[in-house]
């Protein structure tokens, strides 16, 4: 019986042990799912702040078009045509060289200079400024440039001048003179403080290649009329004249010096014109270089703009009495000056 019972207690013992196994392992099975807190595993704890900052980063956004973006984009593939202008938007623009003489004796200069700096800011560039005058102790035509927001060249000259068209001729190349030395690349055009724009004159002017002209409105506060000077056309291809005295000969036409335009390289590059170099003394009267070849060949001039050259983009304004002997001799045409 002793045998038996002792039997019986080792079987119990066994299968509590056995239960006591299963119940230790089943619950180690399970606890190593259990999350750990950060206390009891100290190394972990920069591993978990990161892990949530990086997770608690924001993520990037994708903005979508907006309505009025997505509509220009089908507008701008919706025709050739629309493709073309873009294209042509992205052509570098031709330079504009605008120069200007002025007069200290011109008791509204510094308001036309204003005037005409508002006109040349509005201009999409490049656009160069080239204004000459005398050198004076006191001149206010710098502290205006410097005001304008206009890219521009202040010129002054030492010499002294008893003739004023000999004095403006001056100006004129002094002015031609730093564009050959520098060898500026654009579209000269003479400006004169009395002149308005058509805001379009200065794309028009772009596309000349050698030489171009245009109509000039000539009007003044004390002349009850309107005079025009200039070419007549049909498109770009001159037909005529405008002139003001009928008794002069027929092949002497007449350009105000504000109704013609050429491209720069022709003072600094003139073997590519076909013309020979110009000579010494050429090259002290740069204005006279240029009037001859202007004159020379009436073929060689285009009308603008071209689609229509007899439109009037440029007037030429007086304002007062006073002023008229200072402007006249700015503003003369070119074929009536003594060069």
Not at 47 to 68: C, D, G, H, I, K
Not at 76 to 103: A, F, G
Not at 269 to 297: C, H, I, M, N, Y
């Amino acid at each position: 019986m002793g045998s038996v019972e002792r039997s019986k207690k080792r079987v119990q013992i066994w299968k509590k042990a056995a239960v006591h196994f299963a119940l230790c392992f089943v619950m180690g099975f399970f606890t190593g799912f259990a999350p750990t807190s950060k206390s009891s595993i100290p190394g972990l704890k920069f591993t978990a702040r990161y892990n949530q900052s990086f997770e608690l980063a924001p993520r990037p956004m994708v903005r979508q078009p907006s309505n009025s973006y997505v509509n220009k984009l089908d507008n701008s593939n919706s025709s050739e045509s629309n493709r073309s202008v873009k294209e042509q938007d992205l052509r570098p623009r031709r330079q504009v060289i605008v120069i200007t003489s002025t007069n200290e004796r011109d008791p509204l200069r510094g308001v036309l200079l204003r005037r005409l700096a508002n006109t040349l800011k509005l201009v999409a560039p490049p656009l160069l400024w080239i204004v000459v005058e005398s050198q004076r102790e006191f001149s206010d035509v710098s502290d205006i440039l410097r005001g304008t927001g206009v890219m521009y060249r202040h010129l002054v000259f030492k010499e002294n001048f008893t003739n004023p068209r000999a004095e403006v001729d001056h100006q004129r190349n002094l002015a031609l003179k730093h564009i050959e030395h520098h060898r500026l690349s654009g579209v000269v055009h003479f400006a004169g403080l009395s002149n308005v724009y058509d805001l379009n004159f200065f794309d028009e002017i772009r596309a000349i290649e050698a030489f171009g002209t245009w109509p000039l409105a000539k009007l003044s506060a004390w002349r009850k009329k309107m005079i025009v000077e200039g070419p007549v056309c049909q498109s770009s291809q001159i037909l005529g004249w405008h002139v003001k005295n009928l008794n002069r000969a027929a092949e002497e036409f007449e350009i105000h010096i504000s109704g013609f335009g050429f491209n720069s390289s022709i003072l600094w590059d003139p073997e590519r014109w076909g013309r020979l170099p110009a000579t010494e003394g050429a090259k002290q009267d740069s204005l006279k270089f240029v009037k001859q070849a202007v004159t020379e060949d009436e073929t060689k001039i285009k009308g603008v703009p071209s689609e229509d050259c007899s439109k009037v983009n440029l007037w030429q304004f007086h304002l007062k009495s006073e002023t008229v002997q200072v402007n006249e001799v700015q503003d003369a045409p070119i074929n009536d000056r003594q060069i």
